[in-house]
Every structure is written in C-alpha cells, then in structure tokens.
C-alpha cells in the first residue's frame, strides 16, 4: 500500500505565498510524475503542473511564473511553492503521485487567498 500525506495549506492574503508538500510512503519501487491538480468551488477539477521523474516541469497558463513544483526523491516528496497568490487561485490542492505505475492521489488541503 501507498499512503500520501499533504501539508501546507491555509488561509493567505492576495499577493502572498504558500508552500504545499506531499509525501508518499508504504511500498515504493518507483516515482515517476509527480504533480498537483486544484478544485475551486463549483469547477471542475483541473491540473496545476507535473514534474516528471527527470526534473521536467509543465504548469496550467494561469499559474505560470507564479507557482513551482519541485520534488525530493529521497523524501518522495513534491512540493508546490505558490506565489502572488489571486483569489481565483482558492481551492482545494491535491498532490498527485505515480507509484510503482499507478496513480495515487492525496487527501487534498485547502487553499484560501483573501482579497
């Protein structure tokens, strides 16, 4: 079994910054992308950005120059470094993790940015 646990959200002003992290535990053999999708209230879940095994990144236009995902394959840990944060950007993050060839998704953590 795979386990994710996220940490990091919370309840920030417009313009400030938020660091998100998510760690995967249990039987691991191989990590390959590892990314983060958000829902805002009454939308659809979307993608945020991946960061493949190699370091890649690919991010959603409106985030872009503004969050970073980064990972630590020692920890099995992803991170989303979330700046300038906009109201638009409210919802709730969840980490995404490709294990031994599956998908694994966390528990979600809520993000608030106040105007």
């Known amino acids: 079994q795979v386990q994710l646990v996220e940490s990091g959200g919370g309840l920030v002003q417009a313009g400030g910054s938020l660091r998100l992290s998510c760690a995967a535990s249990g039987s691991i053999f191989s990590i390959n992308a590892m990314g983060w999708h958000r829902q805002a209230p009454g939308k659809q879940r979307e993608l945020v950005g991946v960061?493949?095994?190699?370091?890649?990144?690919v991010y959603v236009d409106s985030v872009k120059g503004r969050f970073t995902i980064s990972r630590d394959n020692g920890k099995n840990t992803v991170y989303l470094e979330a700046n300038s944060l906009k109201s638009e950007d409210t919802g709730v993050y969840y980490c995404?993790?490709?294990?031994?060839?599956?998908?694994?998704w966390g528990q979600g953590t809520q993000v608030t940015v106040s105007s």
């Open positions: 995404y993790v490709n294990v031994n060839g599956r998908a694994y």
């Open positions: 960061i493949t095994s190699g370091g890649s990144t």
